[in-house]
Structure formats: C-alpha cells, structure tokens
C-alpha cells in the first residue's frame, strides 16, 4: 500500500530525513518511536506534502504510483488521512460544517459526536479553545467523516488521560475497521495505519503489526513492538542504537 | 413601470421583497421619488420624512438636525440645501417589532446624486430592525448617493440597522449618520458591502449613555477599482457604557481602509475594536486603523487588528482532509466574512449569509 524507498528530507535547511525506507502492506499497523525532534512528524508531513518538508531524494509509492509531486488533496482523495500532532484552528469554521463536507456521500453516523464525547463542540469553530484531548479527538472524528484507507496518527494518546485512551483506542480500530474483540483473520482488513507513539499505552488496545524507531534520519528495527519498547524503557534510545549494530 | 423596476433581478437577488412578506414595512426610494411607503404592523410608522415634518412637530423639534449640524461638512450641507428626500421611521414605545423594516435606495438614472436624510427612532423600550438595501439598478454604472442619518435609540430600546450595499463600479457614497443610543439601549449597526464601489466613505459617530450598548460590525468585500473608506467613532459617554467595533474585510485587489475610533468618557465603560482583513490578491490594500482613548482611569478600552494573507496552515489542514487548495481558501474566507452578530433577527443573519454566498460563488473563489 504505501512504500517509501531511500527518502531524504530537509526542513527549513537542516536534513531530518536521512535515507528513510518503510514498507506498509494493506491492513498492517505499524507503529513509530524516536526521540523528540527525530523527524517523526516530518515523515508524516512529507507523506502527506507538506511544502515545508523538502524531498532531497527518494521515493514514495502509494498503491505503486509515485506521490511526491502531487498536491496535498490529491494525496487525501487517494485515501491517505492524518491525524495531526497539533492541529490549528480553523476560524470562522464550525465543527460540524467541516464534518459535512467531508462526509459527503460517506455514511457517517451521528453517533460518532457521542462517541467522541464532541456533541458540545459541533458548533463550535474547528478546535478554536478545544482542548488537548478535545483536539485529538475531533481529528479522530474528522478521519471518520473522511475515511481514508491509510491513517497516520501522530501521537493520538498524547495529553489524553488515562481513561480516554481505551476511547481512542477504540476509536483507531473502528477508524481501521478491526473489531477490537472481534478475531477475524489479518488478511481480511484493508486499511493500514502509521501511529507514533511515545508511551507505547495504545499497543494495550490496538494491535500493532510492526514498530519502528526513528533515530539519526533513518529507520532502525522493524521488530516487535513490546520488544522495542521494553528496550526503550529500560536502556532508552541508546538502547536502540546498539541493538542497531547488532541487528 | 415601478413593478417592472421592482422585478429587477438585481434588486431582487439583493434581498429586497416587493410582497414584502415578511416584512414589517416596506420603503423605497428610486432617485428622488418615493416608490413605496407602507407598515404593516401597529406601533411602527414608516413614511416620507417630509410627511413626518409636517404630521408631527416633534421630529422637527427633538430629532430632525438634532445630531448632526447642517453645516458640519460637504455632505451634510449638500443635504441640507437639497429637495427633502429620505425615510422617516419611528417605533412607538414599548412596541416590540420582530419582523424587519426594509428601506431601499436605487439608482436609476445614470449619473443621477441621490440626496437623502433619514430619520429612525426607537422609542422608549421598543424594539425594531431596520435593513436598508441601497443599490443602483443593472443598467447604472455611475452616480452619487449622499446621506444624512439620525438615528435615536431612545432608553432602554433595541435597534438593529442593518446596511446591505450592492453599488457599480463608477458610484461614489458618502453616509453621514450619527447615532444617540440613551441609558439602556442598545443599538447595533451591521454594515456590508459586497460589490465594486469607486469610493464609500462612512464614519457613523455614536453616543452612548448609561448602561447602553452600541456594537458596530462591518463586512466588506473589495474587489479592484474599490475604495471602502469606513469605521465608526464610539464616544462611550455614559457609567458603565459598552462599545464595539468589529471589523472583516476580504481584498481581491480592492482598497479598504478599517477604522476604529473609541473614546472612554464614562465610569467602567468598556469597549473593544477588532479590525481582521485578508488580501486574497495584490494590487490592493487593507489599512486598519483602530484609536482609543481613555479619559478615566477606571475605562477598559482594547483592540486586536491583523492583516494580511489567510494562514498557510489552515489551507494545508483544510487540504490534508481533502478539499482544494481553492475549496480551502472558499471555506476560510466564507467563515471569516459570516461575523456571529448577536441579537440580529434569524432572517436578517440568513439572508447576510447568502448575499455573502452569492459574492463568493461568484468570483474565482
Ligand atoms: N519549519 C521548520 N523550520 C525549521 N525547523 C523545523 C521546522 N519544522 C520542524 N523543524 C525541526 O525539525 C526537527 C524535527 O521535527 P519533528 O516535528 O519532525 O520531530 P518529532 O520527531 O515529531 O518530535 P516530537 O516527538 O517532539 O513530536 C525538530 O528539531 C524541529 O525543530
Ligand atoms: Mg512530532
């Protein structure tokens, strides 16, 4: 579904993205680690085209067509979708007008403002005053009324307390349309997610595919994602570049 | 003739209803003759102003030049010495009328000077909301259109008056009007201009008194050839008096200069200016210009103003979800023009949406 192959990025001048290569098949969810100002949200941002992230070299692929050039909408309307790590207000917008322009046709359910706890904010303009946690989940509530095939979720869980987590991570798995107790078989989903995560606290709730850590441009491991974070919490990013070596 | 004048497409897609159906009363002035002039409701008069003169001796004696002096300037004294044209409209106290007064001012002739002098009292406790449509008919793409305004909000009254402009591109428009609002009333001005205009100049001046309110908003689209010169001067005379003056304006290449003046008199008045303007394209300018000045040490006076290009972040947002680069900038600017404006009649607020709607539809946008 999405492949990026030696992906080099520079921002504002600097090179962040050092030769990235990352493979997301259909119905996967991979999650991403690394530390703060490792260039996790400019991977995300150049997925999506941002025209601040410059592409140096590289490629990225989704369903095999090379997107680097295409304007950012075009990217959305091929069904790549994200959550913003820090989304802005919109002014003058409301909440619910956004929602029904990008429903359109889509069968979004009411039920969903209730789900989100956001039925108080759907008149309100587009995370103007919201909360952190409110913020989070409008962007989920937005991802819903688009529907797009490959989500990125850049940190969902951060400033979301304890007990809305397990609503969040409901909320992903409903987004990817995998039950959260309901077994079927891998195979059978088709949409993929990118999450990054600096807790890990979702990985109780969605299940991952595949981790990764994000450290010097590159991508280092693509092992399982407790093993990851027991090393990160127990040896820190170190511990990653080590076992870098090694692996 | 006059029903043919009255179907005019522009005119109507303006807003103005000739059934006037939901309308309280209708008044309407092409060039200086007096096409309509009817209420439907008791306890509101809508007439010619110079009817009012002769019918009752009061409006030459409390209102009429009573805010503003003949000889003030260019305007008003070109007013002064012209055939009395103009709308004369009273709610008698207590009444409350929820249903709009319409007045429109058409240009029909080419190059004529509409010359008018209105005068709108809301007596005490009543409520009335006045929308006046001023434009020219399709034909006319020049003239004039001068005009003095009194308006007395009398105590504990509600007036809205809302100013929906749609004039060609070679017409020039100089409103002169001043405002009383007295101890608890309330009085909000709610100004739109959406078309080309060569020039519009317009500073209403509004007094307030004790425990009054008066909140001047303005929206103004300014497309190339414009000049929309406007603000309002809010003298906050009176003990714990409000005052606010909120300003959007949106240039396609247009020249649109925002003031704001506030003068804090009274004990604990308030009052707040936001100037917000968007240039969509070169070849323009947006000035915003807001003053205050407090005359006490216990006045709370502030202002916001920002100008300059919709935020790149926004659009990406917006595009990151799946709309255009040019859906985006749609939706942002139709949001920033569609001001919230509290105590304004649902009908009023719809039909500001749609003229809005109809500006923005139309162009590249
Ligand atoms: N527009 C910009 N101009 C200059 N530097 C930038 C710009 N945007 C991001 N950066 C820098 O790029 C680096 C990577 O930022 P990025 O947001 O991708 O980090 P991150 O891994 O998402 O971090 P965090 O975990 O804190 O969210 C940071 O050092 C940041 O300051
Ligand atoms: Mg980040």
Redesign the pocket.
Known sequence: MLEIVDLWVE??G?T?LKGVNLTIQEGEVHILF??????????L?TIMGSP?CRILKGEIKFYGKVINNLPIWERARLGIGIAF?SPPAVKGVKLRELVEILSKGNGFSEELYSFLKLEEHANREVNRGFSGGERKRAELLQLFAQDPKFIMF??PESGVDLESIALVGDAINRLLERGSCVRRQPKSYTKSALI?S?TGYLLDYVKVDKAHV?IDGKLVCDKNPWDILTTIREQGYKGCEICKETC | MQRDLLADEKIRSFGFDPEAKDKAGSFALTDDQVLLSMVRETGLEAMPIAEALERFPEVREKYFWKLVSPDEDEVTKKVNSAPLRGLFARAKKGSKVFLPLQACYILRSEAFSQIVHNVIVAEEGSEVHLVTGCLTSSHVSSGNHYAVTEIFVERGAFLSYSMFHSWAPQVEVYPKSAILVEEEGTYISNYVTLREVKHVKAYPRMIVRRNGVARSYSVIYAPPGSLVDIGSKLILEGENSRGEAISRAVSTGGRVISRANLEGKGAECKGHVECHGVLLEDGGFISAIPELTAFRDDVELSHEAAVGRLSEEEIFYLEARGLSEDEARSLIVRGFMKLEIPGLPVELKKEMDRLIDLTLGGGKL
Do not use: Y
């Open positions: 921002i504002g600097k962040l690394g530390p703060n100002g490792s260039g996790k949200t400019t991977l941002m601040h790590q850049d940190e990054v600096h994000l």
